[in-house]
């Protein structure tokens, strides 16, 4: 019996299992009323520790990014970002989305669900509509890592057949709902509830017409609860829709604007060469749309490097076999990434929400091999 127990503990993943509850940690922190700096160092360090540890096979790669992480790491430690928009948002998604790579499919279910154990003590601070998780990071960037919870906690609820399981994400899913919905987010509600009704959709349609009719139902549903969202009285978005039209022309124009900006934009560090004229719901301080962002801060060359991206997503989904529950969570996430890119830039500035998007963009290049960890 005493070997039987001495063979269990050491096969048990204790460092993964230690490690791994610093991204709830992180979570914690970002979504309560303390200073938004202190939840960069476990979001951090959970990425410093995967890259050191990575499988054998990958050190060649991930060795020189945990070089560029711990050269970095002033800037993402103490949030010493220019402006809401920076090239170091991108490479910090990067770097987590190819630390992620080395995590074995076993161990990813773990990093699914042990972030969900963050919600009940968010729900401790939750105040009245419009709800700021913590107002010095800004309530849309505490939506938009909420949502990614509730896409979490709505994978694992429609993953699970029956059983306790499926209770305990019931719950997580229906409290997750309750504090998107406390916040007024119209991105973080809607993106999350498009990418579950999506993954749906496309699980359970038999034909391309099933399909085009389920989803034309959703879209409906949808534009329901949009417009239910955008006529209540306590709706909380500082920009009026005429607003976000106004924003889109200028950032649409700026890669026109100058000499060769059409080519690699008008840079990162040039906040007073953005659009600056008053619109109707304030000033100009970034497109609301990440895409467009990109296309302003970084021209041609931007979006061909998003396009390169995109085509190794696709390719890894293609070819990937996982489970019912990674399949689902890496599809909601990838489609509630790109909805929520389209209406606001809420990944970037705060290094947890760019390092939690890029581990979960990884899900579909889970590892198999046993040296993964």
Known sequence: MKKKIIIIAKNLPIGPWAWDLLLPLA???HLSPVDPSLCALPAVLWLALQLLLAPK???????????????????????????????????????????????????????IKLPLIALPFIALNVGPRPWSP????????????????????????????KGRERWLAGLASLLATALVWQTGSRAALLASLAALLLVVVQEHSASAMQLLRRLSLAALGLGGVFIAVSLSKHATSGLSDLGRLEIFNCYASLPFSGNNRLIYGIGFLR????CQDLVTSG???????LFLQLWAN???????GLALLATMLWQAWRAAAL???LRHSGLAVLVYVLIQACVDVSVSHWPVAQIFTGILLAIPLARTPADAV
């Open 27 to 29: 979570a914690v922190l």
């Open 57 to 111: 096979d990958r050190r060649w790669a991930l060795w020189p990014l945990l070089f560029v992480l711990l050269v970095m790491g002033r800037s993402w430690l103490l949030n010493e970002a220019t402006g809401i928009i920076s090239s170091n948002d991108f490479l910090l998604i990067i770097i987590a989305m190819l630390a992620a790579s080395g995590i074995s499919a076993d161990r990813w279910p773990r990093l």
């Open 134 to 161: 913590n107002p010095l990071a800004g309530v849309n960037q505490g939506a938009y890592l909420l949502g990614l919870l509730l896409v979490l906690a709505l994978s694992w609820w429609s993953s699970q057949p």
């Open 271 to 274: 906040q007073t060469s953005f």
């Open 283 to 289: 000033r100009l301080s970034h497109a609301h749309n």
């Open 298 to 304: 970084a021209g041609i060359l931007g979006l061909l």
């Open 323 to 325: 489970s019912p529950l």
